[in-house]
């Protein structure tokens, strides 16, 4: 699988943007990229996907970069409830039959009142 | 709609012994994916389930088994414990068995197995 890697943790303050930055230099032209976070006590939870184009959802915004080799998740206005381990995820599609994630370690963010 | 459930949420056992662990997927989902996550670390991809047979499997030993049911719901069972099978145990369902690359995985809250 290829490798995503993240900063360990970042900090915002409550309804400023937060920019989380993944590299993942090694990706293939077929490799989606996913974003998934995990809060205290709960198990992980979908937050976007996207393959080429900037995506954006109720939940956040993606920006992938031209030449795909990094992708940003962008909270608009964080709020307390968006503190969690937020993590960078490449979806091999070439070469698997099956869909299993690969989770780094994450970033973790603090959200300061 | 349901959410994926698991049972259950907490567990004490002692080296050597067995346990079952168990998932009910989200409605219409027909896969099932199990992980494990030690404390401090991302979850660890265990194996996979599409309508009742393993389609994948992660570096996890044999004593780490599997079924999933005619109604896609699942249970991960391991043997002869091991003090460092102490982890959260998390249950993932989805729709399709993941080769789109687009398909998106539902979590329960996991179990907390705990080996002395």
């Known amino acids: 699988d290829a490798k995503t890697t993240q900063p360990n943790s970042m900090e915002s303050n409550e309804e400023e943007p937060v920019h989380l930055p993944c590299n993942h230099s090694t990706i293939s032209g077929t490799d989606y990229i996913h974003w998934y976070r995990q809060l205290p006590s709960q198990g992980p939870e979908y937050v976007i996907h996207?393959?080429?184009s900037n995506v954006n959802n109720r939940m956040a915004s993606l920006a992938i970069a031209e030449d795909r080799k990094s992708s940003t998740l962008i909270l608009h206005r964080a709020t307390l409830r968006d503190a969690a381990v937020y993590y960078c995820i490449l979806r091999a599609v070439r070469g698997t039959s099956y869909g299993k994630l690969t989770f780094g370690q994450g970033t973790i963010l603090t959200v300061h009142p | 709609e349901t959410g994926v459930t698991q049972s259950p949420t907490h567990l004490i056992k002692t080296r050597g012994q067995q346990v079952t662990l168990r998932c009910s997927s989200q409605?219409?989902?027909?896969?099932v994916s199990w992980y494990q996550q030690a404390l401090g670390q991302g979850p660890q991809f265990i194996f996979q389930?599409?309508?009742?047979?393993?389609?994948g499997r992660g570096n996890f030993p044999p004593r780490f088994s599997g079924l999933q049911f005619p109604n896609y719901s699942s249970e991960l069972n391991v043997n002869a414990l091991e003090l460092d099978d102490s982890a959260l145990y998390l249950c993932a369902s989805s729709l399709g068995r993941g080769r789109s690359g687009t398909d998106t995985q539902y979590f329960g809250p996991g179990t907390r197995l705990t080996v002395l």
């Open positions: 389930y599409y309508r009742e047979e393993e389609n």
């Open positions: 409605s219409g989902h027909n896969t």
């Open positions: 996207g393959l080429t």
